[in-house]
């Protein structure tokens, strides 16, 4: 860590021993976004309102009919529609996955 006085892309000095944690992840933040041209990171894939909403509606329906433990998160898969990952739910309980998810449409 640097002892002293840095001088940030804004103008402003930061007195590195005397400022506050917060003061210096702002710092921090402000030279990265300096570094970058302004840019955010690209990288990766994210997924689609979409996905999310569909992800969100599996994981009440699984609330719904009592698997209090259960989640449900869209994972996203590049260039095309997005995998939904379902945790929390015991192997005796498969039932009531079925029953969330397929709904009336079982017969």
């Given at each position: ?10 103008g ?27 840019k ?13 909403r ?10 719904a ?5 259960a ?36 017969r």
């Open positions: 860590m640097r002892k002293g006085n840095v001088l940030l892309p804004s402003k000095v930061l007195d590195v021993p005397g400022s506050s944690v917060r003061d210096k992840q702002e710092a921090t933040k402000e030279v990265r976004e300096a570094a970058s041209g302004g955010k990171n690209t990288k990766g894939s994210s997924t689609s309102a979409e996905d999310r569909v992800a969100a509606e599996a994981e009440a329906a699984l609330h009919v009592g698997l209090k433990r989640s449900v998160r869209a994972v996203a898969r590049p260039g095309k529609v997005g995998d939904l990952r379902i945790e929390g739910i015991p192997t005796s309980e498969m039932r009531l996955l079925c029953k969330a998810l397929c709904g009336a449409r079982r």
